[in-house]
Structure formats: structure tokens, C-alpha cells
């Protein structure tokens, strides 16, 4: 896997689009629907528009190297801003899309330690796939620009209620993730499940990966990554760690002489 600053800063900049583009999550009803970021505390929710469609983020991943994205912008400072009064402590998330149209493609985080590979039976996951477009047709009146606050009071739009008993009800995995999962190390699985368009065939999930590097999704200070490279920090960290071994290794030598 090979890492640029040229890589960082198209993903930065991507971003940066894809945090103006749309003014509504596009639901999958007609086909490749957008990725979408989801938070919540127990009592209120944030969700985030990433503006990028399926076909786009898989575009994407199939070039070797490149999936290091990276929604910084005003993601940060709508997201900051609900976390100011949010509880941080019961903080869950999640980033999901789906495709009703024909087969079912349902993307979403994983927060289970092991990702099987079959899901549950099709109709199922068809239903699940619903829920979610349900859930992002009651988001969208209330975005602002591309981010929304809601309140377990605003009718199915509470995103703990999507999550939990309309989503991870439906597939054989947790699918949040916890406001831990602030790294590459600890971040959690980025995945694709696909059900047949009829019939109940289990579905199977498709973990994502990048010339063969796991894709994950976490949050942190620069924003919300979904990436198969750890942050620049992590490199420094590393770069700087093989700078003490080697300093080491030469003084060993030096008295050994």
C-alpha cells in the first residue's frame, strides 16, 4: 500500500466537495443511492451527507493505492457543534448507503469483531435495504445544506431506532461503531452485502479492501475516514520508531567495533 501527501490531498479535497454537493441523501430507490454518516447519544441524533454514490466510492477503490478519504470541512464543525452537548459516553455511529434496484447492495460499518460470510435470508435484508430509505426520506426535509440534528422525538428520524431495531436486527452483525473507534488501528470494517432482488437466499458480505489492506471507517480530529491507509500521524509515529531502532542499531555497532 503506498501513501502520498498527493493522495491526502485529493481525498481532502474530495471532501470538500462532497460537503457542498448535495443538498439530499439520494435513497438507492432508483439505483446506486449516496453514503451517508450517522451519530447518536440515546436522545439525539447528527446525520451527514457524503455526497458520494456507490458507484463512485467503488470507482474509487478500484484504483490501487488511492482509498484514503477523508470528510473533514464542515463535517468537523456540524459534528463538534452536536457533540458540545451530546453524551459522548453512549456515543454510537455508523456510515450506510444502499441499491434497491435489482440486487440489493447495503453498505455499511461493522462493529462485530468477525464479519461472517453469509448474512440473513434475502427478503430480510430487502426489508432492511427499505428501512433505510424509509429513514433517509424523513432526514432529508430536516438537512441543513447536508447535515441534520434530530431528536428521539422527531418521528423516525432517531437514528438509534434505524440502527438497532430496523438495521441490526436484519443482518447477522452490529453494524455501529463507538466513539473509540478514532484510528485506522481501531476502526471498524467498511462493508458491502448483496441480496437477491427475490426469493430467500442468504445475502453475502463483501468486506472492502485496497490491494488487499482492510478498509475501515473512524472518526477522529481530521473528520471521518474511510480508508485502507493509517493517518499521516500513524506514518510519522512509525517513521519515527524506525528512526530510534536504527539509532540503536548503530550505536550497538559503534561499541561492538
Known amino acids: 500500500m503506498k501513501f502520498s501527501l498527493k493522495t491526502l ?11 457542498t454537493a448535495s443538498a439530499a441523501i439520494n435513497d438507492g430507490s432508483t439505483g446506486n443511492g449516496t453514503l451517508f454518516f450517522s451519530a447518536w447519544d440515546g436522545q439525539t441524533s ?27 470541512g464542515n463535517f468537523n464543525s456540524s459534528f463538534t457543534s452536536w457533540l458540545a452537548t451530546a453524551n459522548t459516553s453512549t456515543l454510537q455511529w455508523s456510515v450506510l448507503a444502499t441499491d434497491t434496484v435489482g440486487q440489493r447492495r447495503i453498505l455499511t460499518t461493522v462493529g462485530a469483531a468477525t464479519l461472517p460470510a453469509l448474512n440473513n435470508n434475502a427478503d430480510v435484508l430487502r426489508t432492511g435495504a427499505g428501512n433505510i430509505q424509509t429513514y433517509v426520506n424523513n432526514v432529508n426535509p430536516v438537512l441543513t445544506g447536508n447535515f441534520a440534528v434530530t431528536t428521539s422525538n422527531t418521528a423516525d428520524s432517531y437514528t438509534g431506532k434505524l440502527i438497532g431495531d430496523k438495521i441490526n436486527n436484519k443482518f447477522n452483525f452490529d453494524t455501529s461503531a463507538s466513539f473509540a473507534n478514532n484510528s485506522y488501528d481501531n476502526g471498524v470494517v467498511f462493508q458491502k452485502t448483496l441480496a437477491n432482488s427475490s426469493g430467500i437466499t442468504k445475502g453475502t458480505n463483501n468486506a472492502y479492501t485496497d490491494g488487499g489492506v482492510a478498509v475501515r471507517s473512524w472518526v477522529d480530529g481530521a473528520g471521518l475516514h474511510i480508508a485502507a491507509v493509517p ?6 509515529m512509525l517513521l519515527a520508531g524506525l528512526g530510534l531502532i536504527g539509532a540503536v542499531a548503530r550505536r550497538r555497532s559503534q561499541k561492538q567495533a
Open 231 to 236: 493517518e499521516p500521524s500513524e506514518y510519522a
Open 46 to 72: 447528527y446525520n451527514y451527507d457524503m455526497a458520494m454514490s456507490i458507484d463512485a466510492y467503488e470507482a474509487d477503490l478500484a484504483v490501487a493505492g488511492n482509498q484514503n478519504l477523508i470528510w473533514g
Open 9 to 19: 490531498a485529493a481525498a481532502v479535497a474530495l471532501a470538500a466537495v462532497a460537503g
